[in-house]
């Protein structure tokens, strides 16, 4: 398999940590592609009509994505641990938190790409306000819940450690540990594992 990827995208770190924590290494060849809206990469447009990363193109040749597709079948592949509950409420539990940290880089992604690439002449502050207030509502539910993460793994506490990582890596100055001290202690720890070590984005 080929993971199309960039490295300072947060849901191909998403991706990457499953790879490495479910030991599948071996099984997928990375290949970095540059690739904006403006200027599609012409290998990730042929696997992927919308042009995004990450894009996971399989042994079959067929194309895999978003994030959370290809993480579900990168689980499939492995024969322990699942990050996925097979059933009940912990199965949605798990894909709750996963879309709820995946909305959180959603908008700080967006947001990045209105004040890090848009002419300032053009950027829309009200909806730049409306993105951050997202990050925070994603930020408070998680906070909410963190105490009780433990020395959990799973599709949700991945993309959360994800979702943490990248408000470190663009927006230092946010400060989302002193409002959310319950995320900030659990990341702390989290982020020492090797996955998260070995996938940090670009300084
Ligand atoms: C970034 O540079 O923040 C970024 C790059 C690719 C995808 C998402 C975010």
Known sequence: MKLLYAPASPFVRKV???????GLEDKVELIKVSSTVIDPNAELAASNPVAKIPTLVMDNGKGLFDSRVITAYLDTLASSPSFYPAAGEARWDVLRMEATADGLMDAAVNNRYERGLR???????AWSDGQVKKVHGALKALD????????????GIVGAACACGYLDF???DIGWR??????GAWYAKFSERKSM???QPPS
Do not use: C, H, M, N
């Open 16 to 22: 990457l940590v499953f790879i490495k924590e479910l």
């Open 119 to 125: 002419p300032a002449d053009k950027q829309w502050d």
């Open 144 to 155: 909410s819940e963190a105490a009780a993460f433990g020395d959990r793994i799973d599709a």
């Open 170 to 172: 663009r927006y230092p």
């Open 178 to 183: 002193e409002s959310y001290p319950a995320l």
């Open 197 to 199: 070590q070995e996938t």
